[in-house]
């Protein structure tokens, strides 16, 4: 039998955002993933490998190798691939690019977060970060919030603007602390490792989506922030103890383990409130992986 191989472009054929979410959803009402990690390192080289099982779903094992010498424009820096596996036999179903997975895996994971905790009436929306993770997260909250207006801010303005000159329905936001006060969801994926979104610029009734950090010294938003809000996560697991953005008020007592509501295996508990700010951290892990690509695999198959 021969095992497909799922290109970026093949695969995101027949995807969409809304199903994707709703995939995701299933994926947390089967049993609770098991997941693990492994990292090997070469001088500045890197192969990482995420794993995970989820019962009635099947396996993945996600690898990205990162070689930051690759000359640029001819050898891309990350590199890898989804080897995903049956969950009755463990025979290979498919290889599928990794950029495709992470792609949808990250921006569905906040755009799920986003439908249960925003205003379903919300019409602005602020993209933070002009990157490669910044245009996904308008694609996915495009679908999911088809009336709203999108802004988008950056550190250099040139590359906010070129954002929006490739978006045309973008507006460039020129000061921060007006724009996060303005708008109804704040969606920041930067690379900042100190607080970029203060909380006294924050009013009741907004939702935060923070994406950007993932190492334990990299935060998005500052104490006050996460001190007025409902605190929500995809998964406590991969999440708490493991970035910055939580563990670090943790630590010092700004916020107390009894102050994260609830994680994706509690999809009941993400509901807003009028007079309360919400809160999400994207955390990811591998079975938001194997959740992604089991989706992927299925829509391709039907497409076939």
Not at 197 to 209: A, F, K, S, V, Y
């Given at each position: 039998?021969?095992?497909?191989?799922?290109?970026?472009?093949?695969?995101?054929?027949?995807?969409?955002?809304?199903?994707l979410?709703?995939?995701?959803?299933?994926?947390?009402?089967?049993?609770?993933?098991?997941?693990?990690?492994?990292?090997?390192?070469?001088?500045?080289?890197?192969?990482?490998?995420?794993?995970?099982?989820?019962?009635?779903?099947?396996?993945?094992?996600?690898?990205?190798?990162?070689?930051?010498?690759?000359?640029?424009?001819?050898?891309?820096?990350?590199?890898?691939?989804?080897?995903?596996?049956?969950?009755?036999?463990?025979?290979?179903?498919?290889?599928?690019?990794?950029?495709?997975?992470?792609?949808?895996?990250?921006?569905?994971?906040?755009?799920?977060?986003?439908?249960?905790?925003?205003?379903?009436?919300?019409?602005?929306?602020?993209?933070?970060?002009?990157?490669?993770?910044?245009?996904?997260?308008?694609?996915?909250?495009?679908?999911?919030f088809?009336?709203?207006?999108?802004?988008?801010?950056?550190?250099?303005?040139?590359?906010?603007?070129?954002?929006?000159?490739?978006?045309?329905?973008?507006?460039?936001?020129?000061?921060?602390?007006q724009?996060v006060?303005?708008?109804?969801?704040?969606?920041?994926a930067?690379?900042?490792?100190?607080?970029?979104?203060?909380?006294?610029?924050?009013?009741?009734?907004?939702?935060?989506?923070?994406?950007?950090?993932?190492?334990?010294?990299?935060?998005?938003?500052?104490?006050?922030?996460?001190?007025?809000?409902?605190?929500?996560?995809?998964?406590?697991?991969?999440?708490?103890?493991?970035?910055?953005?939580?563990?670090?008020?943790?630590?010092?007592?700004?916020?107390?383990?009894?102050?994260?509501?609830?994680?994706f295996?509690?999809?009941?508990?993400?509901?807003?409130?009028?007079?309360?700010?919400?809160?999400?951290?994207?955390?990811?892990?591998?079975?938001?992986?194997?959740?992604?690509?089991?989706?992927?695999?299925?829509?391709?198959?039907?497409?076939?």
């Amino acid at each position: 039998m021969t095992i497909p191989f799922i290109s970026f472009d093949d695969g995101e054929t027949g995807l969409d955002w809304l199903g994707l979410t709703q995939a995701l959803a299933d994926g947390h009402a089967l049993p609770k993933a098991k997941v693990g990690d492994t990292l090997l390192r070469r001088g500045p080289d890197t192969v990482l490998s995420r794993t995970a099982w989820i019962d009635g779903l099947g396996m993945a094992v996600k690898t990205a190798t990162v070689f930051p010498g690759n000359p640029d424009g001819k050898k891309p820096m990350i590199n890898g691939a989804v080897n995903l596996y049956d969950d009755q036999d463990g025979t290979l179903t498919a290889l599928i690019d990794f950029h495709l997975v992470t792609k949808w895996k990250t921006a569905g994971d906040s755009l799920l977060a986003a439908l249960r905790l925003a205003k379903p009436e919300s019409r602005e929306i602020l993209l933070v970060g002009a990157g490669t993770v910044g245009q996904s997260l308008y694609e996915a909250f495009r679908a999911g919030f088809p009336n709203a207006q999108f802004k988008i801010w950056n550190r250099t303005q040139p590359k906010a603007k070129d954002f929006a000159k490739n978006t045309p329905d973008v507006e460039v936001a020129a000061d921060l602390a007006q724009a996060v006060h303005s708008a109804d969801i704040i969606l920041s994926a930067t690379m900042s490792a100190d607080p970029i979104i203060l909380g006294e610029w924050l009013r009741p009734g907004q939702h935060l989506n923070l994406i950007g950090a993932y190492r334990p010294d990299m935060r998005e938003a500052d104490d006050l922030a996460i001190k007025r809000s409902r605190i929500f996560v995809d998964n406590f697991d991969t999440t708490v103890d493991h970035i910055g953005e939580l563990s670090i008020p943790l630590e010092t007592g700004v916020i107390q383990p009894q102050d994260l509501v609830a994680d994706f295996y509690d999809l009941g508990a993400f509901a807003p409130l009028a007079d309360e700010i919400t809160l999400f951290k994207n955390g990811g892990g591998a079975h938001l992986d194997l959740m992604t690509s089991r989706f992927i695999l299925d829509r391709w198959c039907l497409e076939k």
